[in-house]
C-alpha cells in the first residue's frame, strides 16, 4: 500500500511539472525588464526544485528507469530556463551600469541616483555580486562555446544523469577557462557589503533547511499511518513549491511597481523643468 501512494505521490509531482516548467519557459520569452527576469528566474528554480525532490523520491523506491528518465528531462528544461534568465540578466545588469543606473563596485562616480538620494545597488535588485559574477560566466561561456552548457545537460540526461546546476556551473567555467571556486577580479576578499549579502543567503539557505526539518518532524509526529504521513509530506513540499512560486511573483511584482514610480518620479521631474523653460520662453516673448 505504502509504495502506492508513493508512486500517486510521484505521479502527481510529475503531473504538476510541464505547468511549472511551461509558467518559466513563458515568463523567460516574454521578459522585458530586469523584475520580469527575476520572476522567470524564479519560476524555473521552483520547477527545478520540485523535480530535484521528484526524482531522489523515484530513485530511493527503484522507480522504472523510463520515470526517473522523465523527471530528469523535466529537471534539465528547469534548470536551462534557468541559466537562461541569468544570462540576460548578466546582460541587462551590464547595460544598467554602463547607463549609470546601477552602482558600480565602490558606489560609481557617475552613478544617476533616480531618487536623488539612494544608491542602487545589487541587492536592491535581488542579486548578490556572487550571482552577478556566475551569470556573466553563464553569459560568456555561450558567446565563447554557443550551446556548451545545453550539451553538457544533455549529454548527463542521455547517460542517466542528473542535471544539476553544478554540472552546468562546471561546464560554464570550463568554456570560459575559469576555475569553478576562483573569485571574481572586481570583488575584494575583504568586501564587506558582499560579505553581509553572502551572510543573508546562507541565512535564508539554512532557514529553508530547518523548515524542511520541521515539516519531517511534524509529519513523524502525527498520529496516522505510514501511508498517510507520506502522502503529507508530499503535499506540504508541493504547497511550499506554490508558496515559492507566489512569493517570486509577488517580489517581481513589487520590482516592478517600484520601477514604475521611479519612472513616474522622473517623468514629473521632466514635465516640471519643461514647464519652467516654457515660462521662460513665454516671459522672453513678452
Known amino acids: 500500500m505504502s509504495s502506492v501512494v508513493e508512486m500517486e505521490a510521484t505521479a502527481n509531482n510529475m503531473a504538476s511539472l510541464p505547468a511549472l516548467i511551461d509558467r518559466a519557459a513563458s515568463a523567460l520569452v516574454s521578459a522585458r525588464t530586469s523584475g520580469e527576469l527575476l520572476e522567470a528566474k524564479a519560476l524555473a528554480s521552483v520547477a527545478y526544485d520540485v523535480a530535484k525532490t521528484t526524482a531522489r523520491i523515484a530513485k530511493a523506491k527503484q522507480a522504472h528507469d523510463d520515470v526517473i528518465g522523465a523527471v530528469y528531462r523535466a529537471q534539465a528544461d528547469a534548470a536551462l530556463i ?135 518532524l511534524a509529519v513523524e509526529a502525527m498520529d496516522a499511518t505510514d501511508d498517510e504521513k507520506l502522502l503529507a509530506q508530499t503535499t506540504i513540499k508541493e504547497l511550499r513549491a506554490q508558496v515559492k512560486a507566489l512569493e517570486a511573483e509577488l517580489d517581481a511584482v513589487k520590482s516592478m511597481r517600484d520601477q514604475y514610480m521611479t519612472e513616474n518620479e522622473q517623468l514629473k521631474r521632466q514635465c516640471v523643468s519643461q514647464r519652467r523653460k516654457l515660462e521662460k520662453l513665454m516671459k522672453a516673448a513678452a
Not at 568554456?175 to 570583488?187: F, L, S
Open 82 to 216: 534557468e541559466a537562461r534568465a541569468k544570462m540576460r540578466l548578466a546582460d541587462e545588469y551590464d547595460a544598467a551600469q554602463e547607463r549609470g543606473e546601477v552602482a558600480g563596485h565602490g558606489g560609481g562616480r557617475n552613478f544617476k541616483v533616480p531618487t536623488g538620494n539612494v544608491e542602487t545597488t545589487t541587492a536592491d535588485i535581488g542579486l548578490s555580486r556572487k550571482e552577478i559574477h556566475e551569470a556573466r560566466i553563464l553569459r560568456d561561456a555561450e558567446k565563447a562555446q554557443p550551446g556548451a552548457i545545453e550539451k553538457a545537460v544533455e549529454d548527463r540526461v542521455r547517460s542517466g544523469q542528473e542535471p544539476t546546476k553544478a554540472a552546468i556551473k562546471k561546464a560554464a567555467h570550463k568554456a570560459t577557462g575559469r576555475k569553478v571556486n576562483e573569485r571574481p577580479a572586481d570583488i575584494p576578499a575583504h568586501d564587506h557589503m558582499d560579505e553581509l549579502a553572502e551572510a543573508r543567503y546562507t541565512i535564508n539557505e539554512i532557514a529553508q533547511e530547518n523548515e524542511e526539518l520541521r515539516d519531517r
